[in-house]
């Protein structure tokens, strides 16, 4: 469970929220994660680590997914045109 909780941890702190598709992943892991909890409680201990496995891959592909729309968006920046003054208007 502690590995679960750690990688939603850290798809949250790389922005899986800003992204649909990664939010959505962040989404499933932490109901599983709390399906996980319930069958814990109820002591089907061998389902529950099922379904953790389940939760902390969701929570990997959404860090994947967020890391990979921050790369882009940085690489997107740095190919934007710089703006450059028009001709006629600079000094003004």
């Known amino acids: 469970m502690t590995e679960t909780k750690s990688a ?4 949250e702190e790389a922005g899986a929220a800003q992204s649909e598709r990664a939010a959505l992943h962040l989404r499933m892991a932490r109901e599983q994660l709390y ?14 680590t099922a379904v953790l496995r389940h939760a ?15 790369e882009q968006e940085q690489w997107d920046l740095k190919q934007a045109p710089q703006s450059k003054p028009v001709m006629g208007q600079q000094g003004r």
Not at 8 to 11: M, R, T, V, Y
């Open 8 to 11: 939603i941890g850290l798809a």
């Open 35 to 48: 399906q996980a909890r319930k069958l814990l409680e109820e002591g089907d201990d061998k389902q529950a």
């Open 56 to 70: 902390k891959q969701d929570a990997q592909r959404s860090l994947q997914i967020a890391r990979a729309q921050r």
